[in-house]
């Protein structure tokens, strides 16, 4: 189940950033780019806790020194996933268990409802065009600011600059006229001048929608909730 969320949220972003160029809308400023609070009315039954996984908890190392990349992350959350490919490296953990990229998918779906899943991808030069399309898209927004086309939109949440990468911080959903499968991501995009890419993406995986409840403020507590360990991982990414 969870590696055909993966899949289905690689596929989704990837069909919706290699679009961006050809989207026309207006970029307008949006209000609940960043939740702060589960709305009262919106009750979800189990979100996975990251446990206080702040500074002063515990955390594992990752270090890839073939690729020379290295990130912390909690230590109660499961992973890491490696999976290499040419000069592409993906590494997943999450706070539920993290199947291997390209592994069978379980029988049955997991019994934990609402966790969390960051991927880690890092390529060398990187000829990606739906990437570079996505990074000159945000080039054009302002904090806050969006662009969307008949099933995807994306919001700007800030800038960010790691040594020699340069890049954003931004949501990628649905569009308001999108009927597909629920999807929502809060992505980093990270640029050098040699063409590599570093890209990250934190997504709530096997969630739980109560009846009556919106399915974007389901997802956005269950983001919310996690923004700090995502926030963690951003800020202790280490790169040679």
């Not at 189940?1 to 949220?9: E, G, S």
């Not at 996933?81 to 000069?87: G, L």
Request: glycine share 6%; charged share 15%.
């Amino acid at each position: 189940m969870k590696k055909a969320l993966y899949l289905l949220v690689m596929l989704t972003f990837l069909a919706m950033t290699a679009c961006t160029p050809k989207m026309t809308a207006t970029p307008t400023t949006q209000p609940a780019t960043e939740p702060t609070a589960t709305p009262a009315e919106t009750q979800i039954p189990t979100v996975v806790s990251p446990t206080d996984a702040g500074p002063s908890s515990e955390v594992k190392q990752y270090t890839n020194s073939a690729f020379g990349i290295g990130f912390q992350y909690p230590s109660n959350w499961f992973g890491p996933d490696e999976y290499v490919s040419d000069q592409t490296l993906r590494v997943a953990v999450g706070s539920d268990v993290v199947i291997p990229y390209g592994g069978e998918a379980p029988a049955a779906p997991s019994e934990v409802t609402n966790s969390y899943l960051v991927v880690v991808q890092y390529s060398k030069n990187s000829q990606d065009q739906s990437w570079n399309d996505t990074y000159a898209s945000l080039l054009t927004l302002k904090d806050g600011e969006s662009i969307s086309g008949t099933r995807g939109l994306i919001i700007r949440v800030k800038q960010l600059n790691l040594g020699r990468f340069t890049g954003f911080e931004f949501i990628s959903t649905l569009s308001e006229t999108a009927q597909t499968d629920h999807v929502y991501t809060r992505n980093v995009i990270l640029m050098d001048d040699q063409s590599n890419l570093l890209t990250v993406f934190g997504t709530p995986n096997n969630v739980e929608i109560p009846s009556g409840a919106d399915w974007r403020e389901v997802f956005q507590s269950i983001d919310a909730a996690n923004l700090a360990v995502f926030d963690e991982i951003i800020n202790s990414l280490t790169i040679e």
